[in-house]
């Protein structure tokens, strides 16, 4: 009899609790998608989007913050390129030189790469963090280019 009581108990205590919270629904959620990865979430929150918050911190978060971006560029990690071109022929360099010129015209926000490994002139494009990122680019680049493909290589820091 004791259990039954200290069960009806509990749940008459979770009910009440469960009618106390705060149920607001959160407006203009969006998801964080790949174009704001390096972005400071402090350029953001200053900037017009129709909302505000306000962050209470010292100077010294913000400042280890900044220090932790700024260091992101020398590190490196594992992750994806689409190699576009790759070839030892007498024309090579030339033919590397204009596919990375219309590459860059096309594809602004991605990052263009032409290299030089005896005796192969190459050009990749990208930097994925997941193989199924760089598919679907891939996709697009496949139909001018035929031998495209995607290779692991290493890739820039994301600060988080």
């Known amino acids: 009899m004791k259990k039954i009581f200290l069960l009806a108990v509990f749940v008459v205590a979770v009910s009440i609790n469960m009618g106390a ?36 911190q010292t100077d010294q978060v913000r400042q280890a913050f900044d220090r932790y971006n700024s260091s992101a560029s020398s590190r490196k990690s594992y992750g994806y390129k689409i190699m576009v071109y790759s070839s030892n022929g007498k024309e090579a360099r030339g033919v590397s030189s204009g596919i990375a010129g219309s590459l860059k015209n ?55």
């Open 106 to 160: 096309t594809y602004p926000h991605l990052n263009v790469y032409r290299s030089y490994k005896a005796p192969f002139f190459m050009v990749h494009v990208g930097d994925f963090r997941t193989k199924s990122d760089a598919m679907k680019i891939l996709h697009d680049i496949s139909s001018s280019h035929k031998q495209a493909k995607i290779v692991r290589s290493t890739i820039g820091w994301y600060a988080f």
């Open 21 to 56: 919270q705060d149920t607001t629904a959160v407006k203009n959620l969006s998801l964080v998608d790949s174009s704001l990865v390096n972005t400071s979430v402090f350029s953001l929150l200053s900037s017009e989007g129709g909302g505000s918050a306000v962050i209470d």
